[in-house]
């Protein structure tokens, strides 16, 4: 199947700064990207459909402007999380859809905000 | 919006049994139907999916049936082995490519 990469694998920071998420479509272009954020035990929520070159949409309840969408290019998006709290540590996991409908997800990123 | 149900939410089986897990949805305009395995730790992984114009599919040990009429789908895992201890998701897919997961289904299977 086809490869998505994310970067960082898991990442601690402190209260108060901003971690940047990166996601990359290996080999295949990918118009549009998706981000969840995944509890303990629970299922994944999306939380933003990231467009190549336009603005991404969030799903309700989700603060644009704490967490930040970029889609510069058909193979990487990143998202940031800014000003981090506690209540922000979460597993989060990107996706890439290709031929519109198939998805495929990187392996996640593990934030801990201390 | 599309809501995507899913049951059991815990399932443990002998190792050689069977394994069913169930979803049901919404929005009839969903198309596509993938199921995904996540382990402790990584992200979900495409395991077999199955598109509205198909009733079943199957790949080795794993099938996938749809009744778009009932809105159903299910994943049946035959021979299950203890590699297969993991949780399961199924999702639907909208028109808009948004890919809406079930709560999923830890299972467990016993050697």
């Known amino acids: 199947g086809a490869v998505v990469s994310q970067h960082p694998s898991w990442v601690i920071c402190k209260s108060g700064t901003s971690v940047k998420i990166e996601c990359r479509s290996l080999d295949f272009q990918a118009t549009t990207m998706f981000w969840y954020r995944q509890f303990p035990k629970q299922s994944l929520m999306l939380m933003a459909t990231s467009n190549e070159g336009s603005k991404a949409t969030y799903e309700q309840g989700v603060e644009k402007d704490k967490f930040l969408i970029n889609h510069a290019s058909l193979t990487l998006s990143t998202l940031t999380v800014t000003s981090a709290h506690p209540e922000d540590s979460s597993f989060y996991i990107c996706s890439a859809t290709r031929l519109n409908t198939e998805a495929f997800f990187g392996q996640g990123t593990r934030l801990t905000v201390v | 919006g599309e809501n995507v149900e899913q049951h059991p939410s815990t399932l443990s089986v002998q190792e050689g049994d069977s394994a069913v897990i169930k979803c049901t949805y919404s929005d009839s305009a969903s198309n596509y139907f993938p199921w995904y395995k996540q382990e402790l730790g990584k992200g979900p992984q495409l395991i077999i999916d199955?598109?509205?114009?198909?009733g079943e599919k199957k790949d080795q040990r794993i099938a996938v049936t749809l009744n778009k009429t009932a809105k159903h789908f299910s994943l049946h895992i035959t021979e299950t082995q203890p590699e297969d201890s993991a949780v399961y998701f199924c999702a639907a897919n909208t028109g808009g490519f948004k890919t809406i997961f079930g709560a999923g289904t830890r299972l467990f299977v016993k050697a």
């Open positions: 199955i598109r509205s114009n198909v």
